[in-house]
């Protein structure tokens, strides 16, 4: 009898188990139908290809983003966008990650018609993302320009010498360890810096020429790192309007042909799990998927056959 009503209790145990992870299943799945099913406020249904313009939004720091590359990459290559609008509001940031933004946007507007809308700020390389752009708007107020490189550094051996610091350094060269914070920059290490600063620059002013069909030398008068606001823009060939997004919008319409009826979809760089769960719960529910369906066993015995 006790041996009988131990196996009860194990298996009472075991359905409340079972039930409590399809629970958690059911709800899992549930809220991914939800997220699919649910309408887009600018019409259609997520994860149906109906035709749209795509939005993409520069606010902040500009860096290298690899998931936002990858984003703009499928975008690229989604036959349901029929154009992309990109919002600035953008201080600017690495150069690196400003030429990587601007890559991408131009291998969209190689096949695809963009309209760049500057808000704020949309300066140095929040200028630049906008260069591949067919049509630029800005507000009267928007500050934008700042066409230029800049390096900057500090250098603190006075401060290390009063406090009776001595730093040492060791370097394969002598140019290794400029600029250092612990001695001053030598007129070769200056000149040397100074080199990588110019190239960065023509290349920034290069972009300018292409992107707003100008003359170089003409781009790179208006390329001393002045700042310009959006009406000064305008008179100077760096905007082609002031506007919004309502004007870029009616410029698509009227130049592009893409009615303005076309419903407008942000660039989400976030996977369907996070920007249902939050990124949190997202792990967590493709943990719970992963362990009611077995695939990690699964992929486990098919993975010495992928070698």
Do not use: C
């Not at 695809?112 to 800005?138: D, E, I, N, W």
């Not at 823009?233 to 082609?240: N, Q």
């Not at 976030?270 to 719970?288: D, I, P, V």
């Amino acid at each position: 009898m006790p041996l009988d009503a131990d196996l009860l209790l194990d298996r009472r145990r075991l359905k409340r188990r079972l039930s409590l992870w399809r629970g958690f299943a059911v709800l899992a799945v549930a809220a991914l139908a939800a997220a699919f099913l649910w309408r887009d406020p600018e019409g259609g249904l997520p994860g149906v290809a109906v035709p749209h313009l795509a939005r993409l939004n520069v606010d902040g720091f500009i860096g290298d983003d690899r998931k936002l590359l990858e984003a703009l990459d499928r975008t690229r290559r989604d036959g349901s966008v029929r154009g992309l609008i990109v919002t600035i509001d953008s201080p600017g940031g690495s150069v690196a990650g400003g030429e990587a933004l601007h890559r991408a946007l131009s291998r969209i507007a190689a096949e695809k018609p963009v309209v760049a809308v500057m808000r704020g700020t949309a300066a140095s390389a929040g200028y630049m993302v906008a260069l591949p752009a067919a049509r630029v708007f800005a507000r009267e107020a928007t500050v934008t320009g700042s066409i230029g490189v800049i390096l900057q550094t500090f250098e603190a051996s006075e401060l290390l010498a009063w406090l009776g610091v001595r730093p040492e350094t060791l370097a394969s060269g002598p140019f290794k360890d400029q600029p250092s914070p612990f001695r001053p920059l030598t007129e070769e290490g200056r000149a040397q810096l100074a080199r990588v600063i110019q190239d960065l620059h023509e290349q920034f002013v290069a972009m300018v020429a292409a992107g707003r069909r100008m003359e170089p030398e003409r781009a790179r008068a208006l390329a001393d790192g002045r700042v310009f606001t959006g009406r000064e823009a305008v008179g100077l060939g760096l905007v082609d309007a002031i506007g919004g997004e309502p004007e870029a919008r009616a410029w698509l319409a009227a130049e592009r042909d893409l009615p303005a009826s076309l419903p407008v979809r942000d660039i989400e760089t976030r996977s369907l799990a996070e920007r249902t769960f939050g990124a949190a719960l997202g792990a967590a529910a493709k943990g719970l998927v992963n362990e009611w369906l077995g695939v990690d066993r699964i992929r486990a015995l098919w993975q010495p056959s992928l070698h």
